[in-house]
């Protein structure tokens, strides 16, 4: 859906962001606020940047815009904005995606890498001084399944073939060197490693629970760098406690930050990360220049870029 502006306009832009903000975006119509000062500042506002990607606190403040059009995140997920009110307004909603693709990708590979070459053994040996000299796993000619068939699950699928594994991408729906979700109970007896990119929907959450995780096979690793809720967290802490699977690499959970008390920080074969899969060096300044480049769009009376279809909660089709 296309929302433009009257050329010449210059709409009010509100800011959500906690300790961290934008550096180069300010003016006279552009209004910066944290999750206590949101609703004030929504009345009058046109455009709304959720910097802070990880607030809930558009939903409870939404009643108050009355003049809003554009909501756009500061990631790639957005299912902290698919609430009702906004779902059925027409307030368009656009997401970063396009930023995180080759750095979750990169992200990805490397734990594979590191999980089959036993690199956390390495270390573990080499802080107590001990020379253990061990086999490990061979990476070329494994079999990755790895479900999400947006950019950035693409972009992982390239870069695990890169490194001789076969990769089975699976999408919504079936295409070009892309299998149907209805197709992966078929696909998980074969997966030795398990990749999840997917976005976190209605029909997403919950997808790998003790069903889908009894069908993988013995030895098999979970890497999660979607949404922590793709995964249902019990089934998975019972299945690396009974041994079933070899290990997983969690980059996102249910609850975040992950609880002190969670068994996954300390079971063995599991990598735990703080949601920083995509984020690399510079990686604010390519969010800044894609919502500046949005913004130019808008003033100009252009369609958007990276519209989410809100019946599906992602961008479909071209990046356009």
Do not use: C
């Not at 009643?63 to 904005?81: F, I, N, Q, Y």
């Not at 089959?116 to 107590?128: F, I, N, R, V």
């Not at 729906?173 to 929907?201: K, N, Q």
């Not at 809100?310 to 071209?318: D, N, Q």
Request: glycine share 10%; net charge negative; charged share 20%.
């Amino acid at each position: 859906m296309p929302v433009s502006a009257d050329q010449g306009h210059d709409p009010v832009v509100t800011i959500l962001h906690s300790d961290d903000r934008p550096k180069h975006l300010d003016g006279p119509n552009v209004r910066f606020v944290t999750d206590e000062t949101l609703e004030a500042a929504l009345p009058g506002t046109e455009v709304l940047l959720v910097w802070d990607f990880t607030s809930t606190a558009v939903r409870e403040a939404f009643p108050a815009a009355d003049a809003l059009r554009w909501v756009h995140t500061a990631s790639a997920g957005v299912d902290r904005l698919t609430f009702p009110a906004l779902l059925d307004s027409e307030v368009v909603l656009t997401n970063s995606r396009g930023v995180f693709d080759t750095p979750i990708a990169e992200y990805v590979t490397g734990l594979v890498i590191a999980m089959a070459k036993d690199l956390a053994g390495t270390l573990h040996a080499q802080s107590q001084r001990q020379w253990r000299h061990r086999e490990t796993e061979r990476v070329g000619g494994r079999t990755a399944v790895v479900v999400g068939s947006g950019p950035i699950g693409r972009a992982t699928a390239a870069m695990l073939a890169a490194v001789g594994m076969r990769v089975e991408l699976v999408g919504r729906r079936a295409g070009e060197g892309v299998h149907a979700i209805d197709d992966l109970p078929a696909l998980l007896p074969r997966a030795e490693w398990l990749v999840l990119a997917a976005p976190l929907t209605d029909s997403t959450r919950g997808m790998l629970d003790a069903t889908a995780l009894g069908l993988l096979p013995a030895g098999a690793r979970v890497v999660n760098v979607g949404r922590g809720a793709l995964v249902v967290q019990d089934d998975l802490i019972a299945a690396l406690r009974a041994g079933t699977l070899a290990g997983a690499a969690l980059d996102v959970f249910e609850a975040e930050p992950l609880p002190a008390d969670s068994p996954l920080w300390e079971l063995p074969g599991v990598v735990v990360s703080p949601h920083m899969s995509g984020d690399i060096l510079g990686w604010r300044d390519e969010l800044e220049a894609l919502f500046v480049a949005n913004l130019a769009r808008f003033r100009a009376g252009e369609p958007l870029a990276n519209v989410v279809d809100k019946t599906l909660g992602f961008v479909t089709g071209s990046a356009r």
